[in-house]
């Protein structure tokens, strides 16, 4: 091929891809950037057109804020917790799903997508009075069985709980269908001559199962954990961040800074604290999975 033709087939496949590069110039690029020059900024409603640089005043504000441990703590809790949860879960539902005397289970993955597919906002809105502690159904089975209602929305020790709860109703049906795909790529000649071998349910789960899908798992995981860091709706509308900042994750705590207290460039500043931690995650977590890759 001659270098014109080769050029001619290069841009070709550029023109294809501008569209994608654009889009993702204006909608994720550009806010990205825009929000770390804001972070060096006073940008806020007393200087709305007006701003001015002040350097590394707004980060220096927040290291020496107490606030900040807390909300890094809450954000680990929120994203670890509900990950743990959530991975495990849908893995071990695809397992059940894909067993082949299993009656009924094309009905029953039609049911567990309705809270995956129903409006996240009223799902958030039904558990929210499931959870209350006057009326709430939870608490009323509580009482029912002889135990007392729990301050599930209110309370320190139980508010963050409640968010990992309903984080997992709205999120696992999502990793079950993945894993599901998952499970099913994997030849089923391996599972006959595993089960004409001798192998029970345990050996070939440990044997077969998880190690062809080790990176499908680590993705999965990884996945999970990034789009939990940065899920902001639940906590919102849940909890609001309460009480007090007990359930307060990075992101809730970057709009509340800057849409509550108007203070947008020490919101942009939490956001992009919120950035650097999750791409420390990915590196290192990237390093890791290719060293499990080759270690196994």
Same mark, same amino acid.
């Given at each position: 091929?001659? +270098? ?15 569209? =994608? ?21 006073d ?6 057109f007006?701003?001015? #640089?002040v ?9 020496a ?8 703590? *809450?954000?680990v809790?929120?994203?670890?917790? &509900?990950?743990? =949860?959530m ?10 799903m +894909?067993?082949?005397k ?6 029953y993955?039609t ?6 597919? #129903? ?14 502690? *006057? ?9 029912a ?7 599930w929305?209110t ?6 709980? &409640? !968010? ?8 696992f049906?999502?990793?079950?269908? =993945? ?6 790529s ?10 004409m ?8 789960? %440990?044997?077969? %199962?998880?190690? !062809? ?5 680590? #993705? ?7 789009? %939990? ?7 919102? !509308? ?9 359930t ?5 705590y970057?709009? !509340? ?5 108007? +203070?947008?460039a020490?919101?942009?500043?939490y ?26």
């Amino acid at each position: 091929m001659d +270098n014109r033709k080769k050029s001619s087939l290069e841009f070709r496949g550029l023109l294809y891809v501008l569209p =994608v590069i654009v889009v993702l110039a204006v909608l994720d690029f550009y806010p990205i950037f825009e929000s770390i020059y804001f972070s060096f900024t006073d940008f806020n409603s007393l200087h709305f057109f007006r701003y001015g #640089f002040v350097g590394l005043a707004n980060y220096a504000y927040i290291f020496a804020s107490s606030d900040l441990r807390t909300v890094i703590l *809450n954000t680990v809790i929120w994203s670890v917790g &509900s990950t743990a =949860v959530m991975v495990p879960a849908g893995f071990a539902l695809a397992m059940i799903m +894909n067993q082949k005397k299993l009656r009924g289970k094309y009905f029953y993955r039609t049911v567990y997508l309705f809270p995956w597919a #129903f409006p996240a906002f009223i799902t958030i809105l039904i558990w929210s009075n499931m959870l209350a502690y *006057n009326g709430g159904v939870i608490n009323e089975i509580l009482n029912a069985i002889g135990l007392r209602s729990l301050d599930w929305l209110t309370s320190p020790h139980y508010a963050m709980l &409640s !968010l990992i709860l309903v984080n997992f109703w709205l999120s696992f049906p999502y990793y079950t269908y =993945v894993y599901t795909s998952a499970v099913q790529s994997i030849p089923h000649e391996l599972y006959e001559a595993a089960e004409m071998d001798g192998y029970g349910s345990l050996s070939t789960l %440990t044997k077969i %199962t998880v190690p !062809l899908l080790k990176r499908q798992i680590a #993705f999965i995981t990884i996945f999970g954990f990034i789009f %939990t860091w940065n899920n902001f709706y639940v906590p919102f !509308l849940l909890t609001g961040g309460g009480p007090g900042i007990s359930t307060q994750i990075l992101i809730t705590y970057s709009y !509340l800074q800057a849409f509550s207290y108007s +203070n947008y460039a020490l919101g942009a500043a939490y956001a992009v604290i919120s950035i650097l931690i999750l791409l420390v995650f990915v590196i290192v977590s990237n390093h890791y999975t290719k060293m499990m890759s080759i270690l196994y």
